[in-house]
């Protein structure tokens, strides 16, 4: 998908989000999607939601740091009917064990991007994960 022109993109972004309705497991299909896309070391400042692409800006632009790929996983799920109705959160984390800063994906109660590839129940979290800032995603439909 990411190597096509913008609007073979998102005629194609369409029709995985459909595909999302009826997956068995459609976090599994969201990372699967964002780990083939583009990386760049830095393209969005996580810290200013008020400069943060759109979904078709994101689409526009197929650049995608470790912040914009937590974004364009929420932003897939989040145009579906099947998580119309789900709430949705990205976390600014700290991991203390090792300083390191992650982004993740909170929809519901499950964690997605957790530790890159995976998802988790939000209690399962390690306490050495620390948030230092919540966004509670708006509703897109």
């Known amino acids: 998908m990411f190597d096509k022109t913008y609007e073979i993109r998102l005629a194609l972004w369409r029709d995985f989000r459909n595909s999302l309705e009826e997956a068995d497991d459609p976090f599994r299909?969201?990372?699967?999607?964002?780990?083939?896309?583009?990386?760049?070391?830095?393209?969005?400042?996580?810290w200013t939601q008020s400069m943060w692409p759109d979904p078709w800006e994101l689409i526009n632009e197929n650049q995608y740091d470790s912040f914009c790929r937590?974004?364009?996983?929420?932003?897939?799920?989040?145009?579906?009917?099947?998580?119309?109705?789900?709430?949705?959160?990205?976390?600014?984390s700290t991991d203390k064990k090792n300083s390191l800063t992650c982004y993740l994906l909170?929809?519901?109660?499950?964690?997605?991007n957790w530790e890159d590839d995976s998802q988790i129940s939000k209690s399962e979290l390690p306490d050495t994960l620390v948030s230092q800032t919540i966004y509670t995603m708006p509703s897109l439909q």
Do not use: A, W
């Open 29 to 46: 299909s969201v990372l699967e999607l964002y780990n083939k896309s583009p990386h760049v070391n830095f393209h969005t400042d996580p």
């Open 70 to 92: 937590v974004l364009g996983m929420c932003y897939s799920l989040q145009l579906t009917e099947r998580f119309k109705e789900s709430d949705f959160e990205i976390h600014i």
């Open 106 to 112: 909170i929809v519901d109660n499950v964690v997605v």
